[in-house]
């Protein structure tokens, strides 16, 4: 039976508990322990695939096609973890799950309450995860006291008492706001919010405590007295930044010692990995500067995963990456002009695509090094039907359903489906690389599995049209009959790609496409 750690969250959201949930694994899998994680999520959609990116931030893609949070990204960077589905669970999965068995007769005709049937299924598949490693860390999303994140909160209380309380550590994130009129840090929000922990049973073992600064020794000493944790168990989380700082923040003030202490587990004086990422980030003398074209820039988190892949791109080419946001429904051209490469994401929905389609018309023309990303890769097809084979009004069925060149198009057999996501694409698929193309060159094999999120597909109608100008589709299915990759022969780097190869990148793993990109823009800003 495994170890857990719960990581619950207090006074507000957005205190960064996904990375800290990552960064504690990580700093355990350095102990050469066995992790995994699991995100609790507290609303009731099913998953987030159908959630506006503004109210949720990006979606992210397991290998086994899962559409979910955003921190389970966090949890595979930082560990080497791979997600699955049962790595996130929703509370409308929970509700679904116990709704459809009440519906087949599986509770025998009894009254079915919060309190057993809703804590006992999120208990349920808790420890569907508890075999196969020696910790489990477990982030309680939402704040402690929404109404909504109370069944979660009371299940993982009944668990801690279920396994025994010597294998359960609970972690609480909470903000130390800094109040500049007074000129001083303030822990009331945080006794407040562990306040409220504690009515519900559960005494945090340890405090994570954002804010601006590092905790002087008197705000620690405050916050444990009336927390009832000890002191040393007080933890400053300063801001950073970089995200891979925080692994090294924890372990210099003792955090991974102290969970193993607590789990009477032998602590090791081990070098931590993050020392050289962060140096190197640190230290990298050389910017490069990449136009990130997209309709969610106002939320950076929307990107979240391309962003981290760009910087890890950076990281091994030695450079720092200064992303430049440009607004897809204005696409200032001035902006473009500044960077040294450009990049267009995935996205659904046509706003701001004709926008996208100026961006890559202008790194095509331009030569810079231009990537496309999902509905960024099926815009460059848009784009090169429009203005290299001269196909007015050429588009994706997806925005315009009587166009008359359809370039892009949902396959036959998806027209039928009628659920939302039935009709996508999602999670690992393999993808066969063209020998003498940039794609193999930069794999450096044959065959290569990617994660996709995607309904809209090429159509083969246009590729022999597309290959006589230019156009070399140098990634397919095994069968040949999807396009997986598109690149352009009379340009430095302009690259296209159907998945999502962002999800797969780590620091320490970077994805070859985005160090060949980077390493591109590198390039094109010495010239």
């Known amino acids: 039976m495994a170890y857990y750690i719960f990581v619950t969250g207090g006074v507000l959201s957005s205190l960064g508990k996904g990375v800290a949930s990552a960064s504690v694994a990580s700093l355990l899998e350095e102990q050469g322990l066995r992790v995994n994680l699991q995100k609790l999520d507290p609303y009731l959609n099913v998953d987030p695939g159908t959630m506006s990116p503004y109210q949720h931030g990006e979606v992210y893609v397991t290998e086994d096609g899962a559409e979910t949070d955003l921190d389970l990204g966090h949890y595979e960077r930082f560990t080497s973890v791979v997600m699955t589905k049962r790595n ?12 459809k068995r009440e519906r087949e007769g599986g509770y025998l005709g009894a009254t079915v309450q919060v309190i057993p049937h809703i804590t006992d299924e999120i208990k349920s598949l808790i420890r569907e995860l508890d075999r196969d490693c020696d910790v489990l860390v477990v982030e309680v999303g939402g704040t402690v006291g929404d109404i909504e994140g109370l069944p979660f909160l009371e299940a993982v209380r009944q668990l801690s008492m279920e396994v025994g309380k010597n294998r359960v550590l609970f972690i609480h994130t909470t903000y ?15 006794q407040h919010s562990v306040k409220e922990l504690r009515a519900i049973g559960i005494q945090p073992d340890i405090i994570l405590c954002r804010s601006e600064f590092e905790l002087p020794e008197g705000i620690k000493e405050k916050i444990a007295l009336f927390t009832n944790v000890d002191k040393s168990a007080v933890i400053s989380a300063k801001d950073v930044e970089y995200i891979y700082e925080v692994p090294l923040l924890f372990k210099e003030q003792g955090l991974d010692r102290l969970i193993c202490e607590r789990f009477s587990i032998p602590y090791r004086h081990v070098e931590s990995k993050w020392e050289k990422v962060v140096h190197i980030l640190k230290s990298a003398r050389e910017e490069v500067k990449v136009a990130l074209v997209g309709k969610y820039v106002s939320l950076k988190d929307a990107y979240k995963s ?35 490469g450009i990049l267009v994401p995935g996205g659904f929905g046509e706003r701001g695509t004709e926008g996208k389609v100026k961006a890559l018309s202008y790194g095509r023309l331009s030569k810079k090094p231009t990537f496309g990303i999902c509905l ?10 429009r203005n290299v084979l001269g196909l007015e009004r050429a588009n994706s069925t997806e925005f315009d359903p009587f166009t008359p060149h359809p370039v892009i198009d949902i396959m036959e057999n998806q027209k039928n489906i009628k659920e939302l996501g039935g009709t996508m694409r999602l999670g690992s698929y393999a993808c066969v690389l063209r020998e003498g193309t940039k794609a193999r060159e930069i794999y450096g094999r044959e065959v290569v599995y990617e994660r996709h999120r995607h309904r809209y597909e090429f159509n083969n109608t246009y590729r022999e049209a597309f290959e006589a100008n230019g156009a070399v589709f140098s990634g397919l299915s095994p069968d040949g009959r999807l396009v997986e990759i598109m690149e352009l022969k009379d340009h430095p780097w302009y690259m296209g790609c159907q998945f999502h190869p962002e999800f797969k990148s780590k620091p320490f793993e970077p994805h070859p496409l985005f160090v060949s990109f980077i390493g591109a823009c590198l390039k094109a800003k010495a010239q």
């Open 88 to 99: 996130n669970i929703t509370a409308g999965k929970v509700y679904y799950n116990v709704i």
């Open 176 to 190: 130390v706001p800094y109040v500049k009129t007074a000129g001083e840090l303030k822990t009331k929000p945080t």
């Open 306 to 340: 391309v962003v981290e892949a760009l910087n890890h791109g950076g990281i091994a080419n030695g450079v720092r990456v200064r992303i430049i946001w440009v607004d897809s429904e204005r696409c200032e051209e001035e902006l473009l002009e500044e960077a040294s």
């Open 376 to 385: 960024g890769m099926q815009l460059m097809c848009v784009e090169f039907a």
